[in-house]
């Protein structure tokens, strides 16, 4: 069994390394990609992560291969023709694995174990592995030889958007890290950022974070506000519109495409943009819904928090790996089987205003999960940079994959690491909102407020937009997106 | 009475012809002809007159009162007063006729000739000869008689030329004043002249009515109005920007080799064992049926393409696949297409797209230079959309898309430019601005131009190689 790398650390050096993580300027990454000019760049796992990265940094003019087990070579696998047909060199781990100044491992955490097992000995003396995932490292505490460099980079962004952003001349905003029990040579961060801008990753903007600061906040904003709270929340509102009466493919599509409509307003100024959104009267009730659900729900993501510093929620689940994904698979069918899943979206026309008037109670979801997290992890050490991130910043990319075909391709587009922590939060998140849910109309959701007359009270709408602004979460997210202000984003 | 001209063909001098015109315009109708000089405007007016020779067709319905302002009519009534000087036998100095015979003699409608010599303030010349007068004093003797006849119809060929602001700003206002009561046809070439009450415009190019449009219609009216802007700008191509400038190729080395170039899909060969070479300066046309595999073909001169690193690719000095960048490709090269303009589905304005040329990107995401910014407005200028700078790209229409994608690829004067089927889904006014701007850039440009079209016969003037392709079977 594997022993867990956080806790073997004394507490201090434990704080310090969550608190690692700071935008880069540009002018760090003068050097191009001259650190990696030249080098055998070998890429493990050809899916979408493995295969468009390499795309982007042979086009950055850098040599790039794939190594294959060699059954998906004989085989002729999806990956061996993902590989080849982009006129990749391909080979087995023997054949290229003792070639290569940096190996790639791209393939999925819970195969990094034996991934790493079976490459380690292959290696080169002084070579480099980059991992774009801690887990293996923080969670399973994964001992790499003491001649080998290991680094980070992780584009935050599914793999066909890496490549679509490249070719646009952009790229997709990414952390970077270096183990520094593995950076024996002190080139660990040249040789990040030289992947980083062979990725193109430089030109939307770059983390310097930790292994264990990324490890410890991915997880726990994919758990809580990214998936779980998504899936708890499309489930609560399909359901109670139905029993409220409201046509079942209206509601259906009203959840669908709302996440996407909602969190797009999110994306570009922040919960107060996306409140700003509502009528005065609906932007009140929102807030106050939001105080609620954040006072019912903050002890479930102080639990998430802790399972994941303390290592429970890693063992937990890597238990069901040893155990065949029983339970994976199990919650997985689960899901399939809800009425919003099955309910197609109607084919109604919705306007994208009426998404956040008739979807009030989504909007007030949507602020305490990223506000729940985002103060759960800073509560943790975590900095405000890293949190918003794996909060408020990756919300919308998850909710695009819900508008594209519903839980399910949510669940099959984000890692299984994800969807195992989704589903403890949807389990426990469920019977939590019971008694809240009971209460709710569909004046908060589905229908709208009724009113005659949109008038408030001055002092409290005030006070509702004083609390919006003054957010933490609002403060870095305004300097951050400040960073690509010159940048013209990608809608 | 709705007049009808129909499949008219009518023969002029200097091997000049109009062709095949059909047109009708009806009582309640304001026309404005525009077009390029030497588009047949005149030469319209004057087959109306009944000049030229009439080769076949026909003018039915027109009115017996026509109101005729135009350099040629004031012309011809200047003449005649010079031959009446030269008929005098007497040994007298004629003074020639006084102005107020040339305007009431024969004057159907002395009230409204009074009012306007009064209005233009001329009674002071009343007695003084015709021909005396200056220009703009007897253009505006010759409005005041079309507009005294008791016109059925005003034929208006450039009326505002040459006369004072004062003048032009009565005219204008007389003219709307029978906006209920005549037809007009005008002739003008500014359209900030055409004035509100015009219903339609048509557009005429060698001797053809080209288009024909509602006013109503304001994306046509938009793209109208650029045609004639591109066909008459002083304007020429900006130059490139000297700070960015694209650094220079060796003059002695192909643009272009592609050696035995194969490109397949697992067992289908799309393009097998291809050589082309494009030497600098040279212009080609390359033709082929759907799923020849022209767009793959280019895709592997760009570098999109990714069997690029596995054929022997030489371009702009790289040998493929030997450590390059993409972006030391793209650099050399402008790149217009159907598919770029689907994927150019970014949030940005008119200026931006024009400068992201200068980084190959889709979207911008480097701070501009101020240099570049001025280029950018000259390009917009050229283009006639300088007013729009600021505007969303995605609200353009689609044929001002593909202009301005053209002018993002040229921006750089790139050796190399690929214009991959670049009139495809664009209706006909939007096709020939496409067109006048690539004329225009390759008559002011170094350029090598690559040009896709399905049809090996759809040639374009200035381009003298050929690479035809066929349709492999799989």
């Known amino acids: 069994m594997s022993n867990n790398y956080f806790n073997t650390l004394p507490l201090r050096e434990q704080l310090a390394q969550l608190a690692k993580c700071r935008f880069m300027t540009m002018d760090e990454f003068a050097d191009g990609v001259s650190a990696l000019k030249g080098k055998k760049m070998v890429v493990i796992g050809c899916g979408a992560q493995g295969l468009n990265q390499g795309l982007n940094l042979r086009d950055s003019g850098l040599d790039v291969s794939y190594a294959l087990r060699a059954a998906a070579i004989t085989e002729q696998r999806q990956s061996w023709k993902n590989a080849s047909e982009n006129g990749f060199t391909v080979g087995t781990y023997e054949e290229l694995i003792p070639t290569a100044d940096v190996v790639l491992n791209l393939t999925p955490d819970k195969q990094h174990t034996a991934v790493v097992n079976a490459i380690m ?30 680094i980070m980079v992780a584009p935050k962004c599914p793999g066909s958007e890496v490549r679509a952003e490249y070719v646009r001349g952009f790229g997709v905003p990414t952390l970077i890290a270096v183990h520094e029990d593995n950076d024996p040579k002190g080139e660990g961060l040249a040789l990040a950022k030289a992947y980083a801008v062979g990725t193109g990753g430089h030109k939307a903007g770059v983390l310097m974070s930790s292994f264990i600061a990324e490890v410890k906040s991915d997880l726990m904003g994919e758990q809580t506000i990214l998936c779980g709270m998504l899936q708890t929340g499309s489930l609560l509102c399909f359901d109670k519109m139905l029993a409220e009466g409201v046509d079942a493919g209206y509601a259906s599509k009203l959840i669908q495409y709302g996440w996407e409509t909602i969190t797009e307003a999110l994306k570009y100024g922040g919960v107060t943009n996306m409140l700003d959104r509502l009528s005065n009267p609906a932007k009140i009730k929102a807030f106050d819904l939001s105080e609620e659900l954040k006072t019912i729900m903050r002890p479930l993501y102080n639990k998430h928090q802790d399972d994941i510093m303390n290592g429970t929620f890693s063992r937990v689940m890597m238990e069901d790996w040893a155990n065949d994904d029983k339970n994976l698979l199990g919650w997985r069918a689960e899901t399939a089987e809800t009425a919003f899943e099955k309910t197609p979206a109607g084919d109604v026309e919705i306007a994208e205003q009426e998404y956040f008037d008739n979807g009030i109670l989504m909007v007030a979801m949507v602020k305490a999960g990223v506000e729940l997290a985002f103060e759960t992890m800073t509560a943790a050490g975590i900095i405000d940079e890293s949190a918003y991130y794996e909060s408020l910043h990756e919300t919308p990319l998850i909710a695009n994959t819900i508008a594209r075909k519903k839980l399910y391709e949510m669940n099959a587009t984000i890692s299984d690491t994800a969807e195992y922590g989704c589903y403890l939060y949807n389990h426990a998140c469920l019977p939590l909102l019971g008694e809240f849910m009971q209460n709710i109309k569909t004046d908060v959701i589905g229908r709208g407020l009724e009113l005659d007359d949109t008038g408030v009270d001055n002092a409290r709408l005030i006070e509702v937009n004083a609390a919006l602004r003054a957010h933490p979460v609002e403060a870095i997210g305004a300097t951050l997106r400040g960073h690509m202000a010159d940048m013209k984003k990608i809608v | 009475m709705t007049i009808f001209l129909d499949n008219l063909s009518v023969d002029f001098d200097e091997h000049f012809q109009l062709h095949n015109l059909n047109w009708e315009i009806k009582e309640t109708q304001h026309w404005v002809i525009t077009g390029t000089n030497g588009a047949g405007k005149s030469a319209l007016f004057a087959a ?16 017996e009162r026509i109101g005729v302002v135009s350099f040629a009519a004031q012309e011809e009534l200047i003449n005649q007063e010079r031959k009446k000087d030269d008929a005098d036998i007497m040994d007298v100095i004629s003074e020639g006729t006084p102005v107020r015979n040339i305007i009431f003699d024969d004057c159907l409608d002395p009230h409204t000739a009074q009012q306007l010599i009064a209005r233009f303030d001329l009674n002071y010349l009343l007695e003084r000869a015709f021909r005396q007068l200056s220009t703009g004093e007897s253009r505006k003797v010759m409005i005041i008689r079309a507009l005294s006849c008791k016109p059925q119809l005003l034929l208006l060929d450039e009326p505002f030329d040459g006369l004072d602001v004062d003048t032009l700003a009565l005219l204008q206002a007389h003219l709307q004043e029978l906006v209920a009561q005549v037809p007009m046809i005008m002739i003008l070439n500014r359209f ?19 288009h024909q449009i509602d006013t109503q219609d304001a994306e046509a009216y938009d793209s109208l109005y650029q045609l004639l802007h591109l066909k008459t700008t002083d304007l020429s191509v900006p130059e490139c920007d000297a700070d960015t400038a694209i650094p220079k190729l060796d003059q002695a080395q192909p643009l272009v080799k592609l050696n035995n170039l194969t490109i397949k899909y697992n067992e289908f060969v799309l393009i097998d064992k291809l050589n082309w070479t494009i030497e600098p300066n040279q212009h080609w046309q390359l033709s082929g049926p759907n799923g020849s595999g022209k767009t793959a073909i280019l895709s592997i001169i760009t570098g999109d393409h990714p069997q ?82 600021d505007q969303p790209f995605q609200k353009l229409s689609y044929g001002d898309q593909r202009l301005l994608l053209i002018a993002r690829a040229m921006v750089k004067h790139p050796p190399l430019l690929i214009l991959d089927e ?24 170094e350029t090598s131009v690559i040009y896709v079209n399905h049809h090996p016969e759809d040639k374009i003037a200035g381009i003298d190689n050929y690479l035809a392709l066929h349709k492999s079977t799989p």
């Open chain 1, 121 to 150: 000995p292959m290696m080169k003396e002084g070579a480099c592995l980059s991992y774009s995932h801690g887990f293996n490292i923080v969670e399973e505490g994964m001992q790499v030889r003491d001649d080998l460099t290991v």
């Open chain 2, 48 to 63: 109306l007159m009944g000049a030229g020779k009439h080769l076949s067709g026909q003018i039915r319905d027109l009115p």
């Open chain 2, 192 to 210: 900030d002249e055409i004035p509100a009450f015009t219903t339609h415009i048509a557009y005429m190019e060698y001797g053809q009515i080209l």
């Open chain 2, 308 to 389: 690029c690193y596995s054929n022997d690719i030489l371009v702009f000095g790289f040998q493929r696949g030997k450590g390059e960048s993409i972006w030391q490709i793209k650099q050399f090269i402008g790149y217009v297409s159907t598919a770029l303009q689907w994927e150019y589905r970014v949030q940005i304005s008119l200026r931006n797209v024009i400068i992201s040329g200068f980084y190959d990107s889709i979207g911008l995401y480097t701070k501009a230079t101020d240099r570049q910014k001025i280029i950018a407005d000259q390009w917009l200028a050229l283009l006639g959309m300088s007013a729009r700078a």
């Open chain 2, 422 to 445: 670049p009139c495809l889904g664009l209706d006909d006014i939007n096709r020939q601005l496409v067109l006048a701007l690539i004329e225009k850039i390759c008559a002011g440009s």
